[in-house]
């Protein structure tokens, strides 16, 4: 038994290198030109593909996919989202040799499959390139990590960023709709004056934060080809930590975490007036504070400074081809009509509430509608001009799960009263050159 | 989920407290008073989950966060089950009918072969009997977590990855079967049976199964629900090995319905109503074979 045991760890462990090693041979080979073409050609006759993505009711828009494609089936395959154990069933499936075709993978985990030699690179597949022009750019600079001929995946959706609040509750109140921080700071005391709060700081949300550094122009990693850059305590960084930790102090936003009964009840009962969020948010609010139907408005995220026009990004995710893919090119064809074609996002979106990272789909029929529980306001105009106004610089590292943990314990600290938001991005640092180091991931000091 | 794993434990302290608590009234009424209080609060502990449970599967969603957590609003059990079984063809009736298969089927097979091996153990002497016992019992201590990993890797090898077997064969072991079922058998199948029964011409495997597995009945009660309940829990096998819906426990799919819960809030309901009609399996056939399983699990520890 144990020897049996042993002999198939032993053949395991060899298959899995012969398979690592042929994939980043054939990686290799590709950035230097013909062997890529040939890598991602198309193949003869009929191919059938398998696609693993969390979305409830993705199959619906599989099948009209292979309605439509004869020559190339693809079957869904499903699990819990990516953190949830997803992420963790394809890094054990690379191993094992038996990957789907497809995956759906979050921006911010793109870069971990990346150092694991998980991802084709798509840029030789016809019409990937070409398809640039059909995405928004700093979605593109996503699953690119802003490399030329370089395309790990397609974009599929986006969480451009904007604020939900209390429309009448400002009015009643006689307080201006903030369109800087400062002047949110200023609003937060005139509403904390009412009993309520502006707004809560999620503790939990380290990716709500990271969009609002993204906002204010900081980046949190940077790759020169050779060494990772860490860098979660720029100055940009730091003014949002500052920012916020000043709010805490002075008690003018709540702590509580996102999500929970609580939270829905402050919404529900007025006590919160504002959310920082994305685009996807707006069925949060829907479903948690029903008794506030048409009472909210969704405006610009406020401006650091007066004037400017920056938005910030919170979530979204991909469609990857993993290595081990015997039909890249085919893979390719499909993620790019699932995330460009408008009858795709449009049911995707019906579906499970996907904000598109296609520009065709920015201006789909269902988002231009007036949203009744936003009191009618066609509130996706605004996430579009939030999402043109994107940095494409922003780049994930690739221990992300590591670095929202350590970011977070601080964050919990910081909201309890031990040390502060911007002590918490220092530890996240260290903690996250460290991780990279045991990783064996160059990384610049 | 949790609160499945509870359900056992709701039921045997309240039961078996009746006993001692008898005996010891006579001797002091303050040690009573205290034994019955330690009793409510555990018993409060783990029926208010369930309770809780309940009322939000009462719920209308727009409800559930603006009342009271633990008393009614308007009673819209029904429609909840009704949204829930329509919700994507009926995806939730799968996921409780694959429950029962893996369940079922693994634990009947699992029994079977724990009766048998153990059994054996008891009752045939042979060389390297101990040494097999042995590493039988090193099988328990064994985390069934731990093991999800390298079977993946082992499925793998041969493509039974997201398959049914690749959830059902692992079922069929239990270590800790085999090892109650062999104190039972050499506590309560005597030899002189058995060797009356092969007087009378009864092959070994008629003698077992007309004679023995009837003298073992109670421990097979027990070890049938530990492995039931064990394997109705089991997550991380299935949330490895699986990626097709339609062969989804109740646990795993539920589960992926609540990971996707910030973004589609809907869904909320449905992981709550399905998860309490996920434990009433679980509670109807602890109701049924309570007294075996007490009597089996008093057998194992005792004799």
């Not at chain 1, 395991?12 to 073409?37: E, K, M, R």
């Not at chain 1, 900081?218 to 990772?228: A, K, L």
């Not at chain 2, 040494?131 to 977590?145: D, M, Q, R, S, Y």
């Amino acid at each position: 038994m144990r020897i049996t045991k042993r002999a198939a760890t032993v053949a395991l462990l060899t298959a899995a290198t012969v398979a690592l090693t042929g994939c980043s041979a054939a990686g290799t080979s590709g950035g230097s030109g013909d062997g890529d073409a040939a890598a991602c050609a198309p193949a003869e006759g009929k191919v059938e593909l398998t696609f693993t993505s969390w979305i409830p009711g993705i199959e619906d828009v599989v099948d009209v996919w292979n309605e439509a494609n004869p020559d190339i089936q693809v079957a869904v395959q499903t699990g819990p989202n990516g953190n949830g154990g997803t992420y963790a069933n394809f890094f054990n499936q690379l191993e094992a040799g038996n990957a789907p075709d497809l995956g759906q993978i979050e921006y911010d985990a793109l870069p971990n499959f990346r150092v694991q030699d998980g991802l084709v690179n798509l840029a030789s597949c016809d019409g990937v390139m070409d398809a640039k022009a059909d995405f928004v750019d700093w979605t593109w600079g996503q699953v690119s990590f802003n490399e030329d001929d370089a395309v790990y995946a397609i974009p599929q959706d986006s969480g451009p960023m904007a604020m939900f609040y209390r429309a009448d509750l400002f009015e009643a109140n006689g307080i201006a709709i903030p369109t800087t921080w400062e002047e949110y700071a200023t609003a937060a005391e005139q509403v904390r004056a009412t009993g309520a709060y502006i707004t809560n700081f999620s503790q939990g949300d380290i990716n709500q934060f990271a969009g609002l550094v993204w906002q204010a122009g900081g980046t949190w990693f940077g790759n020169d080809g050779d060494n990772w850059n860490v860098d979660l305590t720029g100055e940009e960084s730091i003014k949002v930590a500052d920012y916020w930790q000043d709010l805490i102090d002075r008690d003018l936003v709540s702590t509580v975490p996102a999500w929970t009964t609580e939270w829905d009840n402050a919404y529900n009962s007025s006590a919160a007036w504002t959310w920082n969020s994305a685009a996807w948010g707006a069925n949060s609010i829907a479903s948690g504070a029903p008794d506030t139907a048409g009472k909210w408005a969704v405006a610009e995220s406020p401006q650091w400074e007066a004037g400017d026009e920056a938005s910030g990004n919170w979530g979204g995710s991909s469609t990857a081809v993993f290595t081990g893919s015997e039909h890249p090119y085919e893979a390719a064809q499909f993620a790019l009509w699932l995330n460009s074609s408008s009858e795709s996002l449009t049911m995707l979106n019906e579906a499970a509430n996907l904000y598109p990272a296609a520009k065709a789909g920015l201006e789909l029929p269902v988002l231009k509608e007036g949203v009744e529980f936003y009191g009618d306001q066609p509130i996706y105009d605004v996430f579009a001009k939030a999402s043109s106004e994107v940095s494409a610089d922003f780049v994930w590292g690739p221990t992300m799960t590591q670095t929202y943990n350590d970011v977070s314990d601080g964050f919990k600290a910081a909201v309890s009263g031990n040390g502060t938001l911007a002590d918490a991005l220092t530890t996240g640092q260290t903690a996250t050159v460290d991780a990279l180091k045991a990783q064996s991931i160059p990384v610049k000091e | 989920m949790s609160a499945l794993t509870e359900t056992p434990t709701v039921i045997r302290p309240a039961k078996r407290g009746n006993t001692p608590v008898a005996k010891v009234a006579k001797e002091s009424p303050l040690s009573r008073v205290g034994a019955m209080t330690v009793m409510l609060v555990f018993t409060l502990y783990f029926l208010i989950p369930i309770w809780w449970l309940f009322i939000a599967g009462t719920k209308s969603s727009s409800q559930f966060t603006t009342t009271s957590p633990l008393w009614f609003a308007d009673f819209n059990l029904f429609a909840n089950i009704g949204n829930l079984v329509a919700y994507r063809d009926g995806v939730f009736l799968k996921w409780m009918l694959n429950s029962a298969l893996y369940a079922g089927a693994g634990a009947l097979l699992a029994t079977l072969f724990a009766a048998m091996c153990g059994y054996a153990l008891a009752k045939y002497r042979f060389p390297g009997r101990e040494l097999l016992f042995n590493i039988v019992l090193g099988g328990v201590l064994v985390p069934a977590t731990a093991l999800a990993l390298p079977l993946f890797l082992i499925f793998s090898q041969v493509s039974l990855t997201n398959t049914f077997w690749a959830v059902f064969l692992p079922s069929l072991v239990s270590p800790f079967g085999v090892y109650l079922t062999r104190i039972f058998a050499s506590a309560s199948v005597p030899d002189e049976l058995i060797e009356a029964a092969r007087l009378d011409g009864a092959g070994e495997v008629r003698t077992f199964f007309t004679v023995s597995v009837k003298l073992m009945f109670p421990a097979l009660v027990t070890v049938f629900l530990f492995q039931f309940v064990a394997i109705w829990n089991n997550f991380f096998l299935p949330l490895i090995m699986l990626r097709d819906e339609t062969l989804f426990p109740v646990t795993l799919g539920l589960y992926a319905w609540n990971s996707q819960v910030n973004q589609i809030p809907e869904l909320r309901g449905y992981v709550l109503i399905g998860a309490l009609l996920s434990i009433i399996p679980l509670i109807v056939l602890f109701l049924l074979l309570q007294r075996f399983w007490r009597n089996g699990l008093g057998a194992g520890s005792v004799k």
